[in-house]
C-alpha cells in the first residue's frame, strides 16, 4: 500500500524559487518526481535518520527533509535545497 506525500507549503515555495532560479529545470522536475515516486513506496527506507523522526534524502540535483507518520500512511516533506 502506497503513503500520500505531501509537502509543506514553506517547501513547495522553496522548490519553485531553487525551480526558477536554474538553468536546469528539466532535472529538478524529475529529481522531484523520484523523490515523490520513493517516498510514497517505502519511505522508512528511504534517506537517512537525522534529528528524532526527521530524515534526510538526496536525489541530485535536490535534498529534502520529511518525516513518516506510519499508522496515517503519510509522508510530510518540509524542507528542500539544491545541492551543488
Same mark, same amino acid.
Given at each position: 500500500?502506497?503513503?500520500?506525500?505531501?509537502?509543506? *507549503? %514553506?517547501?513547495?515555495? +522553496?522548490? %519553485? @524559487?531553487?525551480?526558477? #532560479?536554474?538553468?536546469?529545470?528539466? @532535472?529538478? *522536475? =524529475?529529481? %522531484?518526481? !523520484?523523490?515523490? =515516486?520513493?517516498?510514497?513506496?517505502?519511505?522508512? @527506507? /528511504? #534517506? /537517512?535518520?537525522?534529528? *528524532?523522526?526527521?530524515?534526510?534524502?538526496?536525489?541530485?540535483?535536490? #535534498?529534502? =527533509?520529511?518525516?513518516?507518520?506510519? +499508522?496515517? !500512511?503519510?509522508?510530510?516533506?518540509?524542507?528542500?535545497?539544491?545541492?551543488?
Amino acid at each position: 500500500m502506497k503513503f500520500t506525500v505531501i509537502w509543506t *507549503g %514553506a517547501a513547495e515555495s +522553496e522548490l %519553485a @524559487r531553487i525551480w526558477l #532560479g536554474s538553468r536546469y529545470r528539466a @532535472r529538478l *522536475g =524529475e529529481a %522531484a518526481q !523520484r523523490i515523490d =515516486e520513493a517516498l510514497s513506496q517505502d519511505p522508512e @527506507r /528511504e #534517506g /537517512e535518520s537525522r534529528d *528524532g523522526v526527521v530524515r534526510v534524502l538526496l536525489v541530485d540535483p535536490l #535534498g529534502v =527533509e520529511f518525516f513518516v507518520t506510519p +499508522e496515517k !500512511r503519510l509522508v510530510n516533506v518540509t524542507a528542500v535545497w539544491a545541492r551543488r
